[in-house]
């Protein structure tokens, strides 16, 4: 009997956008905040350079019991036409609708997920696996892998690759895993970590956090095989360009798009 190979997929580049009050900032270990720019501007830009997809999170939506921008969504997806990602603040059914109506690909839920974890299952159910994404911040404590919310504010309970499992086994179609440890450090991703999860999950895991060089996404590509590698600082201030970023993976028989 002969087992038919998957097809290798192209891996994914994903510039992410922290917004907060409307402009995208960058921070390291989740501190620290510089402006960035617009948003929207931002994300035309990366459209054009050959991102494969963004991610938008409004980081203190959680925190301050705020609703994600309807309106931001709106002006991005007039401006491109890659898929984009959003989350912050969503924590119900209506809250994911009103943002793919307003042109959102996806959604990625964090904090809502952990404290209420059926709210996986109900969106999974609603509108499909491909539209929930599961974003997950994780910092070493004690040894293990714990999973923070509210922006990485707040230890949890929970081991890393646990609640991934249970994540994945309630309707989660991709996993966005940043290690808070290296979040901004520019010191590399968490490839340890990021192989642990790729190899123990069939959904795509996206690497975030601690990418400063070309030769990082190359690592992390080569040494985890995860789906897609994203980034913010080294995107948003031109340290890497994208066109040049795929051209040496490419030369390094990495396959992308």
């Known amino acids: 009997m002969t087992v038919a190979c998957q097809p290798m997929l192209a891996k994914r580049i994903i510039p992410c956008l922290d917004v907060k009050d409307g402009r995208t900032v960058k921070g390291v270990n989740f501190v620290d905040l510089r402006d960035a720019g617009d948003p929207v501007e931002l994300a035309w830009n990366y459209s054009r350079q050959g991102a494969d997809e963004l991610v938008f999170l409004d980081i203190t939506a959680t925190h301050e019991r705020r609703k994600t921008m309807v309106e931001l969504v709106k002006s991005v997806a007039r401006q491109i036409n890659i898929p984009f990602t959003i989350g912050g603040g969503i924590n119900e059914i209506a809250d994911a609708d009103a943002l793919l109506n307003a042109g959102a690909d996806k959604i990625s839920i964090n904090s809502a997920a952990v404290r209420n974890p059926a709210l996986i299952d109900e969106l999974a159910k609603a509108f499909g696996v491909q539209f929930v994404v599961i974003a997950i911040d994780t910092r070493v404590n004690n040894g293990k892998n714990i999973v923070h919310l509210n ?22 179609g991709e996993i966005l895993l940043t290690s808070m440890d290296h979040d901004g450090t ?10 642990k999860v790729n190899d123990a999950v069939n959904i795509p895991v996206i690497a975030s956090g601690g990418a400063g060089s070309v ?21 948003h201030y031109g340290e890497i360009l994208i066109p040049d970023l795929k051209d040496i993976l490419r030369n390094r028989k990495i396959e992308v798009r």
């Open 151 to 172: 922006g990485g504010r707040i230890p949890t309970e929970k081991e890393t690759l646990d609640w991934i499992l249970e994540a994945e086994s309630r309707g989660a």
């Open 186 to 195: 520019k010191a590399g991703f968490d490839n340890g970590l990021l192989k």
């Open 215 to 235: 030769q990082h996404f190359v690592d992390v590509f080569e040494q985890t095989n995860v789906d897609a590698a994203l980034a913010a600082s080294v995107f």
